[in-house]
């Protein structure tokens, strides 16, 4: 496994495969778990060589974000792409990705606007930009994202088809603890306490959906859920049912036969920012919308 720290090597592996070789690519910000090694496993089976980047990359974090905390575990991250069958590693230095005369921004302007939109402003202009330049760096055949990241997945994958970046996004399903909680780097910040409180989240995004395949109203069972979750001492930043892929409002009825949905949340257990979604509906089983 190589291991390359910088934009101008990584520039000069790429050319030495030549344009015909099928690159898998998995964009990560290290601290790597099992959700993680799902897209990279995805990665091997499908094409010849596995890139792997892990970047921690400042431009997607607010000024209060957590960028200086943010765990990082290089040999771990190493030893997980080693056993995944990794080929290349891409661990660049801010400074080397983003030299000081750097000044060109992506925007997507439509589909980032809801859900964490308004509560992350400037995050998905910073995930576009660097997914934009790895894209470019890496040149894949596939790319692959969780969808544990819903949105971010369908922003960077508008994106692609915007701007005509001849890469095909794949979205993983979300890995999950045997309790339900999303896998994620940033459960490690978790108390105990609010670690055994964390998989309700999960239950009542699985409630809300169960109440609209049922045909109920929407309303009552995104409050009730609300409620049930505050009262466990979670802060809501949002509860909500969208459309999939264009995240517009989902209104009743639904229709589970003809459209996808996702039931998505973003919450705050003490200090730490949880995000956790449900796909439904038409397209969520066979993935043909992604
Ligand atoms: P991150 O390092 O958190 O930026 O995540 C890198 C990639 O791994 C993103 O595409 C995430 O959506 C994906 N990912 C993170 N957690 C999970 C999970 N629990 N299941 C599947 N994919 C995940």
Not at 80 to 108: C, K, M, N, W
Not at 171 to 182: K, M, N, Q, S, V
Not at 260 to 282: E, Q, W
Request: charged share 20%; glycine share 6%; proline share 7%.
């Amino acid at each position: 496994m190589l291991v390359i720290r910088s934009v101008a090597e990584l520039v000069e592996w790429r050319q030495i495969q030549g344009p015909q070789c099928k690159v898998g690519f998995v964009p990560t910000m290290g601290a790597l778990h099992a959700g993680h090694a799902s897209l990279l496993s995805a990665a091997r089976q499908g094409c010849d060589l596995v890139v792997l980047s892990i970047f921690v990359n400042p431009t997607q974090f607010g000024p209060n974000e957590d960028f200086e905390k943010y765990p990082r575990t290089l040999d771990a991250d190493l030893a997980l792409a080693q056993h995944e069958g990794v080929d290349v590693v891409f661990a660049p230095s801010p400074g080397d990705f983003y030299p000081p005369d750097f000044s060109t921004q992506i925007r997507e302007i439509e589909v980032s606007s809801p859900l964490c939109g308004p509560f992350r402003p400037g995050h998905f202009q910073g995930v576009t930009t660097v997914v934009l330049k790895l894209l470019n760096l890496v040149r894949p055949s596939q790319a692959y994202f969780g969808l544990k990241d819903l949105q971010q997945f369908l922003v960077i994958k508008k994106m692609v088809e915007d701007l005509s970046v001849g890469v095909t996004i794949v979205g993983i399903p979300t890995l999950r603890e045997p309790d339900g909680l999303a896998m994620s780097s940033r459960n490690l910040y978790l108390s105990p306490e609010d670690r055994a409180l964390a998989p309700s989240l999960y239950k009542q995004l699985t409630a809300v959906r169960d109440e609209a395949l049922a045909n109920r109203p929407l309303g009552p069972s995104i409050d009730a859920a609300k409620t049930e979750l505050t009262s466990q001492g979670f802060k809501i930043q949002y509860l909500e049912m969208r459309v999939v892929p264009s995240l517009t409002e989902a209104s009743a009825p639904i229709d589970a036969h003809k459209y996808t949905y996702c039931v998505a949340a973003a919450v705050y257990l003490g200090k730490t920012r949880l995000i956790d979604n449900i796909l439904f509906g038409k397209a969520s089983e066979d993935m043909s919308w992604a």
